[in-house]
């Protein structure tokens, strides 16, 4: 008879687009699908049995590193050996951890569920008083810990959750990876070397707060004006032969052009091969 199975996966609360290029960092290969308001990642492999780490830790670690990519809530379920637990990160806040042994009982972060409804956005009395239900150690049957979890993402769906079918926690992993595939808008996420990571940081600054400075029509405005400017006080300083004057219109003027060039570069990539998910999503 086989015990208790060992999974995680990773509830993002942001969208595939803002999703795909941090997670595609990890050098791992996931499965990535749309879940609601959310975006859910699901692992390929089984990276606790060769890495030396628990499931714990791999989607500790995992969700870390997706959240300070993002700046979003990124939310890792894990269970292994009986044990089951989640850990919450949010770009570079702390990370808080909630775990319950086979029987259900809590340990962790005191406060860990009082911190997820204030970054999630909650309801600080109702669906705070629920949450802090599955922390109490008196778990009756049907009370583990992958219960425990399973009621928190249902709980979740007030805050735009919507986990594909099959894609619980407790499930066995290959069973996991099975329901993520078949899950709408599923896609696979695979390393392949050094391209795909400048790729990927590319995509992922694109898609944050500077995108619209780097490509689009912000950034040909904002090239056109350091173009304009920068080419006027170049003639200006040489007539007045001013070093500092001269360096400051080169400067303009070189990053005026680089940002056009870089537009238009870009824009051709686009239309040439359709783009990546950034591209598609940038005006």
Not at 177 to 192: H, I
Request: aromatic share 4%; charged share 20%.
């Amino acid at each position: 008879m086989s015990g208790p199975a060992t999974g995680g996966l990773l509830l993002c609360r942001a969208e595939p687009l803002a999703v795909r290029s941090p997670a595609h960092l990890l050098r791992v290969r996931l499965l990535l699908a749309p879940a609601g308001a959310w975006t859910v990642l699901v692992p390929e492999d089984k990276p606790w049995l060769t890495g030396g780490k628990s499931a714990a830790e791999v989607i500790s670690g995992w969700g870390s590193a997706v959240a300070a990519r993002t700046d979003r809530p990124v939310l890792g379920l894990w269970w292994e050996g009986g044990r089951a637990g989640f850990s919450l990160a949010g770009g570079f806040r702390r990370t808080v951890v909630q775990e319950w042994n086979a029987a259900g009982r809590p340990s962790g972060d005191p406060g860990a569920m009082r911190t997820l409804a204030a970054r999630l956005g909650l309801d600080p009395v109702l669906d705070l008083e629920e949450l802090e239900r599955l922390t109490r150690p008196d778990a009756g049957p049907g009370g583990d810990g992958p219960a425990r979890l399973r009621a928190l993402t249902a709980l979740l769906t007030r805050a735009g959750l919507a986990v594909p079918p099959g894609l619980a926690p407790g499930e066995a992993a290959d069973r996991l990876r099975a329901s993520a595939r078949m899950a709408p808008g599923a896609e696979a996420l695979e390393w392949s070397g050094r391209r795909d990571a400048l790729r990927a940081r590319r995509d992922a600054v694109e898609a944050g707060p500077l995108g619209p400075w780097l490509r689009g029509p912000k950034a040909r405005r904002l090239g056109a004006a350091q173009v304009a400017a920068g080419a006027p006080l170049l003639l200006w300083s040489a007539r007045r032969r001013s070093p500092a004057w001269a360096a400051a219109g080169a400067c303009l003027l070189a990053q005026g052009a680089l940002s056009l060039a870089y537009d238009r570069a870009r824009a051709g990539n686009q239309g040439a091969c359709g783009g990546s998910g950034a591209d598609r999503a940038r005006p």
